[in-house]
């Protein structure tokens, strides 16, 4: 009853949903639709794969690259749901065969990209439970498995409003491989029994997954050159100007601390001069530095670039990872700059991360942050003291290491799907 009434609601919102999803082109317009150009390449296994953006194709990568160099003639086709995320999948996941934006989850568009694509297996990553991907996929006669599946518990609340629609969603999934027994434990609200498998997070890789990742730019690295950084990495609304606070406070003792913010979503890098203006600081964009340009004087670098803040938490001596300091967003992951020996600092709504977060609190890798008093304290500790920060990162990426290998594990439960289809 549910399904049917979401897809009768399909047909006055379709406007609306366009209109939210802004297509910037035709093209954009007809991926939206399920129109998308896919060349009709022939290939095996055909794997959809949808991400909803940046993190989560950061997320998915090891597992879809993996994938393509076990199965040489796959067809993959990777869909976003926004601009970032599809340029992230081209360039993270080169060897796949397409990269377009979602359809979205109007039946008839599900059904035009099912028509095109033609997937034996639909990879659902994280959060995106789209009623028309699970029941129209599986209607096409592909196998549909959630990969890195995570549900928060306000997540939850708001689908169990709905239960009967998620419930038959879900209930055409063959596998839901989950990042934690705490997400394992809220699927199983859904009736989904054994189909609920813990793999872990897959982006957490193991150190020499890391180690692979590309050199950092020369500009950059003439702008970190024998000073501490603090970096805040994929923040959020109003978190610069808290970080801003912090920085000019440790200023007052570390007058070479340099500071690095990188927004979770670059269109938001006027938010994040307007807030340095406001405390009348000079700053440099990464976007702006090229092989003819210094990084001037300036102490404080706006990470504005594409796939460039993974590899410079390598010279960064403190990361706060944002999203965290307000409630709303979960936390985003603190993998990255842990397994760079980075020590942390993270506000304290960090739900999504929670057992990452834990782990690395234990092992005195990482602290939990309020506001911009706390972040000067923990940060005022660690930059005293170059002994106990090493100490602090090296113990950070202990215990980030103790939770890699979810790809691999996820990768073991496709397989066994993919060599049965």
């Known amino acids: ?101 979602a359809p979205l989850d109007n039946r008839r568009a599900v059904r035009s990209f099912l028509e095109r694509v033609q997937p034996r297996v639909v990879l659902i990553t994280e959060t995106e439970i789209w009623p028309n991907y699970f029941i129209e996929s599986a209607r096409a006669g592909a196998t549909v498995v959630v990969v890195n599946g995570r549900i928060s518990e306000r997540s939850l609340r708001r689908y169990l409003r709905a239960r009967g629609l998620f419930e038959n969603a879900l209930g055409h999934a063959t596998l839901i491989l989950t990042q934690s027994d705490d997400d394992a ?13 813990v793999t872990g997070n897959t982006k957490i890789e193991a150190e020499e997954d890391v180690a692979k990742e590309p050199s950092i730019r020369p500009e950059l690295l003439a702008f ?83 796939g460039e803040l993974r590899s410079f938490y390598r010279r960064g001596s403190i990361a706060f990872v944002g999203g965290s300091l307000a409630p709303g967003r979960g936390g985003q992951n603190p993998a ?45 500790n660690w930059l005293r003291d170059d002994g106990a920060r090493q100490q602090a990162g090296r113990s950070a990426r202990v215990a980030a290491s103790k939770s890699s290998g979810g790809a691999h594990r996820a990768l073991m439960q496709l397989e066994a799907i993919i060599n049965v289809g």
């Open 224 to 306: 970190a050159a024998g000073r501490e950084i603090l970096i805040g990495g994929s923040t959020a609304p109003g978190e610069e100007a808290v970080l801003v606070d912090a920085y000019r406070e440790l200023r007052k003792e570390y007058p070479r601390l340099a500071l690095t913010i990188a927004p979770r979503h670059l269109d938001r890098t006027p938010d994040v001069e307007n807030a340095l203006r406001a405390a009348s600081l000079e700053y440099v964009k990464a976007s702006e530095l090229n092989s003819s340009s210094a990084p001037r004087d300036a102490d404080i670098l706006i990470l504005d670039t594409m």
């Open 336 to 380: 990255e700059p842990a397994l760079a020996e980075v020590p942390v600092l993270i506000g304290p709504y960090h739900e999504n991360q929670r057992e990452i977060v834990s782990s690395l609190v234990s092992s005195g890798g990482a602290r939990i942050v309020k506001d911009a008093r706390d972040i000067v304290s923990a940060g005022s």
């Open 1 to 101: 009853m549910l399904s049917a009434l979401y897809n009768l609601l399909w047909y006055p919102a379709l406007p609306f949903a366009l209109l939210a999803a802004h297509p910037a082109s035709v093209r954009e317009y007809r991926e939206r639709m399920g129109h998308g150009d896919f060349l009709a390449t022939a290939g095996a296994p055909r794997i959809w794969i949808h991400a909803s953006s940046v993190g989560e194709i950061e997320a998915i990568r090891p597992v879809a690259n993996a994938l393509l160099e076990r199965h040489p003639g796959a067809v993959i086709a990777i869909t976003t749901m926004t601009t970032a995320g599809r340029e992230a999948a081209q360039r993270r996941i080169p060897g796949a065969t397409a990269w377009m934006l």
């Open 185 to 197: 434990r809220r699927y199983a609200k859904f009736g989904l029994g054994t189909k609920v498998v």
